[in-house]
């Protein structure tokens, strides 16, 4: 059934059903269509029935009679959702439909929702430069807006926060009631909304949905141009005559979010038509919005496949990485069991026991290769405790003892016994110290090394000093500047590259820093720099005693 809604005008919220066969007269002497509009002819226009269509002609009425805001001066086919004038009254020519509902947006089926298209503005990189009117104001916020958009492209590369942003410009600038932003992955999916919005959030979730014509937003993504539409989505409540403000009779504006050949998107905004109706110059004025939106997601789509393909290069580096260690333990291993193997079978326990011995250095050079993954690639907060360092540093140099004995290296340690305690991470402080013992025994030779073990406390500058030296060959300037990257190492097969990188990150935690000073053939000093802040110690309360 066609109808016909008065949405503005002394008789405003009546509503009026065309018959299917009968010519109506738009007057005030009309039976069939009695307006109360003064400023309206007696015999104004007339409607004329065609096929299940109407076709509307102005009697030379005093005042005119306009549709879409043009003068009818013929008679003119009327489309679903044009807005016809006459006087005061403005009346929305449209269809009883019924409307489903589809996860916060409704998209209306073909021929559920008329709607009647007033203007079109193409979507293109020109749109990003708008044409200035000759209102000032407009100008200024014209302006403001696309100045808005720029800024808000380079602060966020995160698609959705980017999105509920564009929205709150949009919200700001533009008299909406209702708003939402559909997206899709690629050209054969499904636009799926990502952000809805209402000026007034709706008190019921049936209300919270929002109603748009599945044409008009084929043909936005299709022509990649934006549509300023008005709708007509009727109710059986209009028969009671209530005015139809609450209803959904409304001015949209939907455009494209595009850039360059690739289509987003759209964004849609509309406003009842009793508070706001849209012009084009906001029409082309939320296109150019859709396109800076299309620049901006283009943009965290590059960043994002960028992201994916650093993070795809490093993974491989890791397990090639990773895959070359494991591989040099093994053959390491696998040798050790030979021997051992030989040994049984001569029953010669010598060679067993010089067979286990290769094994079992292996088998530490593995355990410490998965501890340093696990330390490197875990992200936490130290455990702070306050820490007698000297006490730490003794238990540190017994693991060690038996390696640097094995090497006839010596190993000389100096640390305070008055020292206070400090809060660290004992277990952190471990392996750093570990590590950096190891490195200094794989760096100096046989018999002739030497590597000194210093701890020291800093009273006026709040800092622990734990200090490595070794008298081995020294660090030149291109090792240097690798020295902490992760599985870089100049040992060959006998390093994974690890153990500074390990290092250099449990004292990031902590918020230290790692020194190196080292020239080549006078040895290497590397100083761990833990400060001390007051705020970092445990406090009392934070101890607690056993249970009662």
Known sequence: MLILTVLQGPDKGRQFKLPDNEPQL?????EALPLTDQTISRRHAELTPDSGRWIINDLESSNGTYVNGQKVQKRRLLQPGDQIRTGLTLMLYGQEVPATRHEGVRVARPGEMDVAVSATVVSSDDSMIMAVPDARAAAAVQLRVIYDITNLIGSTLEQQDLLERVMDLIFDYFNADRGFILLQDSPNDRPAPVVLRHRVQPK????????VSRTIVQHVMHKAEGVLSSNAMTDQRFASGDSVQAYAIRSAMCVPIKFKDRLFGVIHIDSQVANFTYTEDQLRLLTAIGVQTGLA????????????RERLAAVGQTVASLSHSIKNILQGMRGGADVVELGLK??????????WGIVSRNLDRIYDLTMNMLAYSKQRKPELEMTNLPVLLDEIITLVQQLYDTKEVALIVDTDPDMPPVPVDASGVHQAVLNLLHNALDAVEAKTGAVSLRCEFDPEGQRARIHVNDNGPGIDAVNRQRLFQPFYSTKGQRGTGLGLAVTKKILQEHGGTIDVESTPGTGTTITLNFSISPTAAPQSADTHGPPA
Request: aromatic share 2%; glycine share 8%; proline share 0%.
């Open 26 to 30: 738009i007057g005030r002497s009309s």
């Open 204 to 211: 019921r979730k049936v209300d919270g949905q929002i109603t």
């Open 297 to 308: 997601l283009s943009n965290a789509s590059l960043y994002a496949e960028r992201l994916q």
């Open 346 to 355: 001569k029953e010669n326990m010598k060679l067993v026991r010089s067979g």
